[in-house]
Every structure is written in C-alpha cells, then in structure tokens.
C-alpha cells in the first residue's frame, strides 16, 4: 500500500473518531433528546413512511436510536451506528423480546458492504452528511443492492446551515458533529458518481416544533410552493442502483389482452403477438362480451397450439377490473397490457421487455403523442384533454408524461402487488387501469419511463372512449386524490 493510501486513510480514520466521540458524550442524553424534539423526530419518521411504503428489508446507516428504523415497521430491520455506545441505547430502547425484527450493530459506514446481504431499503437519515469519504460509502452501498433497491437520504437544507447552528448552540435543537453541508445539486451528483440514478426528491419541516392545528398544516403545504423551499429544514431524495443485472438470465412474459366485442380483431391479434423472452403467454380476458369474442378466443386458441393462451372471464365493470382479472392468472416474470384493437401495434411489445430487462426503466408506459397518429386514431377532444391531464399528472407525480392513457404498459411481476395496494391507497376510483400502475409506480418510486409507439386507427369497431365529460370528471377526480397522497405529506 503506497503512502498516500495511508495517509487519506489515517486522515479519514481521524474524522471518523470525531463523530464517533461526540455521539459518545451525546448517547446518555440521546433518548431524552428525541423526547424533546418529538415534533420533529416523529414528522421525519411520518416524511419517511411516505417515501417508503413497503420498506421490506431494510438497512439504516447512522440509526441513531433507531426510531425511524422501527417506525417504518419493516419485515427485518437492520440498524448500524459508528458509535458503539449509541447502538447499544438503541438496543436498549427496541429490545431484542419486544423488536425481534430488529437488529442493531456498531459499524462503520464506510465497511457497511461487509454486511454480506441485499436489502429492500437503505436509509441515511442526517447521516450523509456526517459521513467523511462519501464515495467509498456508496461504493460499499452498492454492494447492497439489487436492481429494485431504494436509498433514501435525508439531511438538513444546506442554506439553513446558519440557522441549524445557532439553533444547536442555543439548546433549540440536537447538537451534531460538523457537516457536510451539501446543496441539492451536490447529493444528485454523488448519486450519479456512484452508480446511482435519482427518481425522487423534495423538501419537508418548514416549523419543527409542534403548534396545535398550526405545525401541521404548514409542513403540508407550504413545501409545495418553490419560494419557500429554502426555508425548509430538510432535503430528502430517492435513488435507485444502475447497471446491476437481474438475477436471471432469461425472463417470461404474460400479455393481458382486455377483451370487450372485440371479435373481429382476435385472429390476427394472436398471430401477431411476438413470442418474447423465454417464455410468453398471452392472457384473453373476454369482458362479458356480447358479440362472438367469446366463441372466436376458443377458436384460436385451438388453431395456434403452439401459443400459450389463456383465456379468462371478466367481471364485464370495465377494463381495469379485466386486467386485473387477467394478471391474477399470470404466471410471467413481466407483466403487459395490450389493447385487443391493436391501435398500438403489437411488434412493439419487445421494445417493452427489453427497456425493463436492462435496467433502463421499472415501469415502461407507452406514448402515443409522439408520431403523428393516423387521421382517426384519436379524435380532436381526446387529443386535446389527453394532453391536459398529462400536464396536470406530471406535476401531481413529479415525472414527467406525455400520454397518461396509453393502453401499453409494462411492469415487472414483482412490483405487481404494489400496483394493487396503491389501488386501494388512491381510493380504487380508476376504470381504466392505467393510473393505478402510474399512481402505484409513482408512490413506490419506480423509474418511469415513456417509450414513444405509433398510434393507428382501430381496425373494426369503435372507441370505447365515449363518455367525454363523465370520463374527464373521474380523472379530475384522480388528480386530487393523487395531489393529496402523493404531494401531501
């Protein structure tokens, strides 16, 4: 080892026993901190049960005394801590009779990789910036992860830094060794240095002390504003790993196909359905159709044997209750919507497949707005409020969209269930089934990404997008129920 090696070591060693040293005069005196500042410490846990709806596994670096591990009630809970004195007070106060889920161990952030697990969530809370080689703390995150792995990061504002010192000078707030005071562009480019793509971030506490009815709603919403957001205590960011390969070579697909008197479009929907992966069956959900469809599905089910084809009753409410009649029969690793008109042409399914296998995205949403569209595709009203709705949902999800209806979508099956239970969390007012994977890929930070596909005219039948006003009512009605789960914290 050369010496300029030992000597960033030594150098990094030094600053690491000053953190160490001073949550060691401060671990006596840390649980009667939290119950000082409560406000505080139980609005950051209520910010991060936002961020992280389904923790599942998870890894805190710099835990403290484990409260935001413990109130994200994860299936298994690990929390590690430079400081030994302020692990064991975090044992002492989660013990191991009551919390068997959680664990917790004195070690150093910069060889948390030596864990030698994979976790769902890793979260650094007012950690990153006490940590002194942050490149060699995500070096060692990484090995952590897997392709669906979440870090989480919350930190003081950086502009505030004034503030947060006098405030820790003057007893008003938890003392803590010196900073790293990092500016929101700072974070983004470490996560891009790392390896590491952010897909979410945003600012939360503009008053960190409880006022009855006031506290509240003043960190609700006044975050929203942009002129505001330097005054907020906190910056939190979502981030995902890049180029980590799934763990099978090889994967399989179910294509849903809801199905409502579509019987003339069926034959050559099935001969034109590509075979993808290693394995793909296609799923007919014949949606209480009053036309043949029914009798035509059997009819090519037993003319192409070489396919896989399932076909399964609708509750015949609507499209979103076919697909999900249709995906509860799936057996594929990727999970994909195709309208039976085939307006979206099916050679573009591969593209779907592909764009999730590597990596590039973890919901795949087709976008119809990108080509120019044959004449009667979509009519003049549908263009014009496709678009409006696009506006307003983008900014509602923080990512932006071009075609929110697209009847093409893509979803790894393992990600499925949040679909579901983002469903219920929005008020299960979808009909379509289109924003209940938005709205769920969206609160569960999924990397969206749009794949431009070329818009035809139906080749029988009509629309089935009549109801105009009815229909821009009930997506009215989604905006606010997304506004108020997802921007309100």
Not at 58 to 70: D, S, T
Not at 455 to 483: C, D, S
């Amino acid at each position: 080892m050369n010496s300029g090696n030992s000597e960033k070591q030594r150098y990094m060693a030094e600053k690491e026993a000053h953190v160490r040293e001073c949550y060691q005069a401060m671990a006596p005196a840390y649980s009667a901190c939290l119950d000082r500042y409560a406000y505080y410490y139980d609005r950051k846990i209520r910010l991060l049960r936002h961020l992280v709806p389904h923790p599942g596994k998870v890894l805190e670096i710099g835990c403290g005394l484990g409260q935001n591990l413990a109130g994200l009630i994860p299936d298994y809970g690990l929390g590690i801590d430079l400081c030994p004195e302020v692990a064991e007070e975090a044992r002492k106060r989660f013990p191991a009779d009551k919390f068997p889920q959680l664990e917790f161990r004195a070690v150093s952030a910069s060889e948390c990789g030596s864990l030698g697990t994979t976790f769902d969530t890793i979260l650094l809370v007012n950690s990153i910036t006490e940590i002194p080689d942050l490149a060699q703390c995500f070096r060692e995150i990484r090995k952590l992860c897997t392709p669906h792995t979440r870090v989480v990061q919350v930190c003081y504002n950086y502009l505030l830094a004034p503030v947060v010192k006098s405030a820790g000078r003057m007893g008003l707030a938890p003392r803590h060794p010196v900073q790293n005071w990092l500016s929101r562009h700072d974070i983004q480019n470490i996560f891009a240095l790392s390896g590491f793509e952010q897909v979410a971030d945003g600012f939360d506490v503009i008053l960190p002390f409880k006022v009855p009815y006031l506290s509240d709603v003043l960190n609700r919403y006044l975050p929203l504003i942009p002129l505001l957001r330097p005054l907020c205590m906190l910056y939190y960011s979502v981030a995902r790993p890049l180029n980590l390969q799934e763990s099978a070579p090889g994967y399989s697909v179910s294509v849903c196909v809801p199905c409502k008197n579509e019987a003339e479009n069926i034959p050559g929907l099935v001969e034109r359905i590509p075979v993808m992966g290693k394995h793909t069956e296609i799923i007919f959900v014949d949606d209480q159709s009053t036309d043949a469809t029914s009798a035509v599905l059997e009819q090519e089910k037993a003319v192409h044997p070489e396919k896989d084809i399932k076909i399964v009753q609708g509750p015949g409410i609507n499209k979103g209750a076919a697909c999900r009649a249709g995906f509860a029969e799936a057996k594929g690793d990727i999970l994909m919507i195709l309208d039976a008109d085939m307006s979206v042409m099916p050679e573009d399914l591969p593209q779907f497949a592909e764009f999730l296998a590597t990596g590039k995205g973890e919901f795949i949403n087709g976008s119809r707005l990108v080509y120019p569209m044959e004449h009667r595709a979509m009519r003049l009203p549908n263009i014009v409020g496709n678009k409006l709705f696009a506006m307003l949902f983008s900014y509602v999800l923080s990512q932006r969209l071009k075609d929110t209806l697209c009847g093409t979508k893509a979803i790894w099956r393992r990600d499925y269930p949040k679909i579901l239970a983002a469903r219920e969390h929005f008020g299960a007012i979808d009909h379509w089934g289109d924003y209940d994977w938005i709205f769920g890929a969206a609160r569960n930070h999924l990397k969206i990404i749009e794949v431009p596909v070329h818009y035809r005219e139906r080749l029988h039948g009509e629309t089935k997008m009549t109801k105009r006003l009815k229909n821009a009512l009930i997506m009215l009605q989604m905006v606010f129920a997304a506004f108020r789960k997802l921007k309100l914290v």
